[in-house]
């Protein structure tokens, strides 16, 4: 089975942080990063929410940036209940696990959940290869957050026999391919292919394609290899026209 992480950026309540820290164990699950808290893993709440599950809270790891807490990472899957522009990676949690099953390659997949109030901001989602919603009622759409931690890891607890790794090709981690998004984002602006005014849409467009790829380590090198030659082609000094 694939390392899991749940990754809470910015969650408020320690309460959350002990219900998120029982939901995991309950799931066989006890990888848990935080990014910029504002709610104490330490606290007596959230110690009082996690019955059998303090050992989770005691090591769970803080991050600056979301960047950072899933750099190690080679699928970044982030929780949303929104639909709609420019998500084509986006699935229904079921339909997510079921296809997370097909896949033998992942080695650290990471989890990501937003804070209480508003979610994943749009810096958040664009460093994720896939969008997972949970179906909920209209009246009243917005699950808990340990709810939502708790249905996302149930669904893969009924696969985990299905998620072993048998001969995996490492996956880009997710510092890998932002690195490989910057340099494809200073070529394009080299190369006047961006527009100006609007250089995210494309860029998003692009992410998405690779994102659907699940590009590996060694084909990142590539493509970042590839972008280096174009630019030293550009500015190599062409001989004069016959």
């Not at 522009?85 to 997370?100: A, C, E, I």
């Not at 009622?137 to 340990?146: D, I, K, R, V, W």
């Not at 494309?202 to 290899?225: D, I, P, W, Y």
């Amino acid at each position: 089975m694939p390392n899991i992480f749940i990754i809470l950026v910015r969650p408020k309540y320690s309460g959350n942080l002990g219900s998120v820290a029982r939901a995991m164990k309950n799931m066989g699950l006890d990888a848990l990063r935080l990014v910029n808290p504002e709610a104490d893993p330490h606290s007596a709440q959230a110690r009082q929410m996690a019955p059998h599950a303090q050992d989770v809270l005691e090591r769970a790891t803080c991050f600056d940036s979301l960047s950072q807490a899933v750099s190690d990472c080679d699928l970044v899957v982030g929780l949303t209940r929104h639909q709609g522009g420019t998500r084509d990676n986006q699935m229904w949690v079921k339909d997510f696990s079921d296809w997370l099953m097909t896949q033998t390659t992942f080695q650290n997949i990471a989890l990501v959940f937003g804070p209480e109030d508003q979610g994943l901001l749009k810096e958040d989602l664009k460093l994720c290869q896939r969008l997972v919603s949970i179906p909920s009622s209209q009246e009243a759409p917005s699950l808990n957050l340990a709810q939502a931690v708790m249905v996302l890891c149930y669904e893969l607890f009924k696969q985990d026999s299905s998620l072993s790794l048998e001969d995996p090709s490492p996956l880009a981690s997710s510092q890998e391919q932002e690195g490989f998004y910057k340099d494809l984002k200073d070529l394009l602006n080299e190369a006047g292919f961006l527009n100006p005014q609007n250089p995210r849409h494309t860029m998003q467009l692009l992410r998405n394609l690779f994102h659907r790829a699940l590009l590996k380590s060694e084909e990142v090198n590539l493509l970042r290899g590839v972008l280096r030659q174009v630019r030293w082609w550009a500015k190599k000094p062409k001989p004069p026209q016959v």
